[in-house]
T-cell receptor, first 114, second 110 residues
Framework: KNQVEQSPQSLIILEGKNCTLQ??????????LRWYKQDTGRGPVSLTI???SENTKSNGRYTATLDADTKQSSLHITASQLSDSASYIC?????????????WGLGTSLAVNP | DGGITQSPKYLFRKEGQNVTLSCEQN?????MYWYRQDPGQGLRLIYY???????QKGDIAEGYSVSREKKESFPLTVTSAQKNPTAFYLC?????????FGPGTRLLVL
């Protein structure tokens, strides 16, 4: 069973609209949670990294929230643009140390249509 | 222009052949990683290196080998022992918690 579950699997929205992507995890102990954006055929790019003590973190039009008690995170995209079309991946680091212990979600595929 | 480069972009492997994927970084990062990405699966760690001349197996190291003779370079060899090599291979380096990925190499089997 995947310890990082993302929903929805895919999403289509119109340009200019907002959307929210969900990430639930069961990884324990928990060190931090990351959101990555991956364009088709490219490597992932880091959007945010949050520790258990952080509730929200923004990066431009991207805002991530974290509830460590319920083990849920969300990524909110405001005023979507065509360039936001990509896969958004939630990643959890389970233990302190190096980046060895990363658990990757399957991603949410977002399509922004004009 | 700083970053991570991977070559080639596409690579074709014949039955029983070893192939090597290149990964170079000029970010001066100590740690480097190789991941494999398959449809319907999360990224899986193949090998990682925390420092020159040292590397560790990841979760799916069987059928792969690496070397780390220079800080800037971390090549991955897909050996003939890897029976299902078709995938998208991603190289990354890190400083602190942030991973920086290369553009990837897509390996296909002829």
């Amino acid at each position: 069973k995947n310890q990082v579950e993302q929903s929805p699997q895919s999403l289509i929205i119109l340009e200019g609209k907002n959307c929210t992507l969900q990430c639930n995890y069961t990884v324990s102990p928990f060190s931090n949670l990351r959101w990555y954006k991956q364009d088709t055929g490219r490597g992932p790019v880091s959007l945010t990294i949050m520790t258990f003590s952080e509730n929200t973190k923004s990066n431009g039009r991207y805002t991530a929230t974290l509830d460590a008690d319920t083990k849920q995170s969300s990524l909110h995209i405001t005023a979507s643009q065509l360039s936001d079309s990509a896969s958004y991946i939630c990643v959890v680091r389970g233990t302190a140390g190096n980046n060895r212990k990363l658990i990757w979600g399957l991603g949410t595929s977002l399509a922004v249509n004009p | 222009d700083g970053g991570i480069t991977q070559s080639p972009k596409y690579l074709f492997r014949k039955e029983g052949q070893n192939v090597t994927l290149s990964c170079e970084q000029n970010l001066n990062h100590d740690a480097m990683y190789w991941y494999r990405q398959d449809p319907g699966q999360g990224l899986r760690l193949i090998y990682y290196s925390q420092i020159v001349n040292d590397f560790q197996k990841g979760d799916i190291a069987e059928g792969y080998s690496v070397s780390r003779e220079k800080k800037e370079s971390f090549p991955l060899t897909v050996t003939s022992a890897q029976k299902n090599p078709t995938a998208f291979y991603l190289c990354a380096s890190s400083i602190g918690e942030t991973l920086f990925f290369g553009p990837g190499t897509r390996l296909l089997v002829l």
